[in-house]
């Protein structure tokens, strides 16, 4: 997967027209939300890094509730739900620990993007939601046991999971999906991208 990778499966979500609907959502072009999107994308791949050192992917997959993943991908409608953002908001809780961090985030994304940090705190929250729930349908054993709250079976195995992981943290994932990719890929992050390396390091220094 390339580096754009995560955008892409993003921007096929609900039928291909993800990107518009989350300008709509926000008062965007869809030029702004793409480098929106794009901004965020890289504070959200070093939270993801963080769980998947502490070994904690399978207990973030597991906070999603059921039938979170294939509603806030393919309708629209979950864009304004108040059930997207608080889910988005727990995720981010366990992602960046503190609010701070997220404020933070905002800052940052708005000052790479032009766009306005008040959208981008808003937005945030539903990019989490959907950056997980797109996890989520690349786990092969979640939607087996939705109420499972941990455990990802075979990571040797991930497949798509995999793949996406890598492609999230701003690295090159091997075909393959297996953990030593998974690894590789994630461990670019801080090489790549020096805001996700920034972010990283905030988090961790809040203990998490």
Request: glycine content about 14%; charged content about 20%.
């Amino acid at each position: 997967m390339s580096n754009n990778a995560i955008f892409d499966l993003l921007a096929s979500a609900q039928g291909g027209g993800a990107i518009d609907n989350i300008a709509s959502r926000f008062g965007l072009s869809g030029d702004q939300a793409q480098s929106a999107i794009q901004a965020l994308l890289p504070a959200l791949g070093a939270g993801v890094e963080r769980e998947q050192q502490s070994g904690s992917i399978g207990d973030l997959l597991g906070t999603l509730r059921p039938d979170t993943a294939d509603r806030v991908l393919e309708d629209s409608r979950a864009l304004e739900s108040e059930e997207t953002v608080e889910q988005g908001n727990n995720l981010l809780g366990t992602l960046f620990g503190s609010r701070d961090v997220s404020r933070r985030v905002a800052a940052d994304a708005s000052a790479r993007s032009g766009v306005d940090d008040s959208i981008l705190k808003q937005l945030l929250p539903v990019l989490a939601t959907m950056v997980v729930s797109r996890m989520a349908q690349a786990d092969p054993d979640h939607d087996a046991n939705p109420e499972r709250g941990g455990g990802l079976g075979d990571i040797g195995n991930l497949g798509g999971l995999g793949g996406l992981l890598g492609s999230l943290a701003g690295g090159q994932s091997s075909s393959d999906g297996g953990l030593s990719s998974i690894l590789g890929a994630l461990t670019q992050q801080n090489q790549q991208d020096s805001i996700a390396d920034d972010i990283l390091g905030l988090i961790n220094s809040r203990g998490r």
